[in-house]
């Protein structure tokens, strides 16, 4: 089932397959079909094309793969963890090192005095 009628700020339709009992309908892009548009080139014009096409990866990436893509999404964000916690290391280091510095400082200032 495609959309004949798009909204305005639609960039264009994609497919839809609907599939399962009334009570437990599944909604999923049908991918066959989207490609079949791309390739009879029934969408607007190449920026058109290529950004369903980008969408399509996306999906296909998405739905070849959950676990996949949900272990890479825990990745990234474990890294931008690790990331902030070693600049908030990097910053109690460097606090150390100050205060360190101004006390060697002191130190000196009072043999000096």
């Known amino acids: 089932m495609t959309p004949t009628r798009l909204s305005e700020d639609a960039e264009f339709s994609v497919p839809v397959m609907i599939t399962g009992p009334w009570q437990n309908l599944k909604f999923r892009p ?28 996306e999906v296909k990436e ?33 606090q150390a090192r100050d205060k360190l510095e101004d006390e060697v400082g002191r130190a000196l200032r009072k043999l000096f005095d």
């Open 30 to 57: 049908d991918l066959d079909k989207l490609l079949n548009l791309l390739l009879d080139g029934k969408l607007k014009d190449n920026a058109d094309v290529q950004r369903a096409q980008e969408k399509l990866k």
């Open 62 to 94: 998405k739905l070849k793969d959950p676990e996949e893509a949900l272990k890479a999404k825990l990745r990234k964000e474990l890294e931008q963890r690790n990331a902030e916690e070693d600049e908030a290391a990097k910053s109690l280091e460097e």
